[in-house]
């Protein structure tokens, strides 16, 4: 009985230990967890590209650290907005899916940079992604960024400070969770029917929409991306969270054997 008696606290321990460890062992886990607000969050506001009154609306779901939504929007989307947003037949609503603190910082950016130059500011902070995204202060480079395009450094810390634009950009990801179950990015939402998943070529989203113009059901497709486990999207968590597992069970078999009862 006094065996199992102490197994009681132990399990304890260890359990404690391995949430520990999972905290210590991922970089920035804190900083990275979705704040939880003490109201419910109300997400941020749809902004878009295009005529409103468009037949075909694709929802976009980005972080801003994602290699692969910088791909989209330095590659496939100037041809896209050419041949169907400027033309009336599809309009592009952005939400954000951050999947990382520095995807969150330039998320707060292009928001505050406000409605006329939202879309401007996404496009320049993808094209100089690499500059940025992985820097040692992100929040550094992007004040240059910010600069440049008429926003100042004060102006950008108090967004930086406002709690309720940060739980807003975080409610945007978790309704796009929960409505399509968004899991990477980038991830498009067709009439709020279709899914396309990924950096996918320029045709796939040409026969995407045109099928859904036809009235014909769009076929899903999947393409390379991101998500909050990809090293390319701030450090590879997954590894650091496998070896702070086998840390702990290291530990914990250690910890058994030797405080084990000997056998009479």
Known sequence: MRTQSKALPRAGFFAAAFVAALAFTVPGAAQQQAPAPAAPAVATPDLSLGDPRAPVTIIE????????????????????????????????????????????YGAIL????GPQRFFPFIEAMFKQQAAWAVASDPVG????????????????????????????????RLEGAQRF????????????QYVLEGALPYERFQQAIEDVLAGRPARSARGVSSSSESASDGGNTTTYVVIGVVVVLIAAVGFFFMRRPKAA
């Open 61 to 104: 779901y980005a972080s801003m650290s994602c290699p692969h939504c910088a791909e989209f929007h330095n590659v496939t989307l100037p041809r896209l907005k050419t041949e169907y947003i400027d033309t009336g037949k599809a309009r592009l609503i952005f939400r954000e899916y951050p999947l990382n603190q520095p995807a969150v």
């Open 110 to 113: 292009a928001r505050c940079s």
């Open 141 to 172: 480079r992007l004040t240059q960024i910010a600069q440049i395009g008429g926003v100042t450094q004060e102006q950008f810390q108090a967004c930086l400070n406002d709690r309720n634009l940060t739980n807003a950009i975080i409610q945007t």
């Open 181 to 192: 179950g968004v899991q990477s990015t980038p991830t498009f939402v067709l009439n709020n």
